[in-house]
C-alpha cells in the first residue's frame, strides 16, 4: 500500500502533467488561429470571384460545343437485323398469354395469324417486357 508521501508526489506528478497537456492543447490553438487568419487573408473576394468567372466561362464552352456537336446516334444507319414484331403482334401475344397459353402455342398462333416468322424467343421476351419494339 503505498505511503501518504507517495500519494502526493503522484498527485503533484499529475498536475505537472495536466499543466504541461493544458500549456501544448493552447499553442495548439493558437497556430490554427494564425493558420485560419492566413487563409482568410490568401482568399480574397475578388480572387474568388475570377475563379467562379472562370468556371463559368469553361461551363459555357463545353455546354456550347456539346450543342454543337450533338452525341451520335447508336446505329444510325438501321444496320442489323430488323425487329419482326409490332405493337399489334405485342399486344396479341400478351392477350394470347393472358388466356393461358404456351409460348409454344403463342408462337404458332401469332405466326398463322399474321403471317410472320416469329421464334418462341421473342414471343418470350413480349411476355417478360424485354422486347424493345420498333419505332413507326
Do not use: C, W
Not at 493552447?26 to 472562370?54: C, F, G, I
Not at 452525341?71 to 409490332?86: C, Q, S, W
Amino acid at each position: 500500500m503505498p505511503t501518504e508521501e507517495q500519494y502526493k508526489k503522484l498527485i503533484h506528478e499529475l498536475r505537472d502533467e495536466l499543466h504541461r497537456l493544458s500549456d501544448e492543447v493552447d499553442l495548439r490553438d493558437e497556430k490554427l488561429k494564425e493558420k485560419n487568419e492566413r487563409l482568410k487573408q490568401s482568399v480574397t473576394k475578388a480572387y474568388h470571384k475570377e475563379k467562379m468567372d472562370n468556371l463559368r466561362k469553361e461551363y459555357e464552352e463545353k455546354l456550347s460545343e456539346v450543342i454543337a456537336n450533338p452525341p451520335r446516334i447508336h446505329n444510325e444507319r438501321g444496320a442489323g437485323r430488323k425487329r419482326i414484331a409490332t405493337k399489334e403482334v405485342a399486344a396479341r401475344v400478351l392477350e394470347l398469354r393472358g388466356q393461358g397459353l404456351s409460348q409454344a402455342k403463342i408462337t404458332v398462333m401469332v405466326a398463322e395469324e399474321f403471317n410472320i416468322k416469329i421464334g418462341r424467343t421473342t414471343v418470350g421476351e413480349i411476355i417478360r417486357g424485354n422486347y424493345k419494339l420498333p419505332d413507326e
